[in-house]
């Protein structure tokens, strides 16, 4: 594999737990993506935003909700199963997140896919504005 394309040590990426990382997608632009893994071992990824509003982060960099499989977004309790990206609770429901493409090998965690290359480990550092946080979430922060 690309070492460029590491993300992180495999033991590092956890079940029940998110890692943020950022990634250029293939405009040039930096974009947030978390990763974990499965129940059955697999390491997913998906870009760090939620389908409802768009602007806000799942991942707000100490990691996401994660329980039963599922990440929740904290602004109005949506949930998506972490398998399919699927939501299947909340303003969102049958939405689906967008998937980056992650291979597992040589001890490493690496984005493979076409779309995507990695940047860095945690937030991108680009402000997007995000009236997300600037509104009442679900935890009332
Ligand atoms: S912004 Fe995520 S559920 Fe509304």
Sequence with gaps: MDEAARVAD???VLEGE???FTVRDDEGELA????????????????????????VRLDKGDGARV???????????ATFQLDTGVCDFGPCEGSV????????ADGGVYVDDEAYAFEHL??????????????IDFTGN
Excluded: I
């Design 67 to 77: 329980t039963n499989g599922e990440v929740w977004c904290q602004k109005h309790g």
């Design 97 to 104: 997140m967008e998937r980056v493409d992650m291979t597992v």
């Design 18 to 20: 998110t890692l943020l």
């Design 32 to 55: 947030e993506a978390f990763c974990t893994r499965l129940a059955d071992g697999t390491v997913v990824a998906y870009r760090n935003y939620c389908q409802h509003w768009t602007d």
């Design 10 to 12: 495999a033991d590092d």
């Design 122 to 135: 945690g937030p991108s550092g680009v402000d997007k504005g995000d009236g997300g946080d600037s509104r």
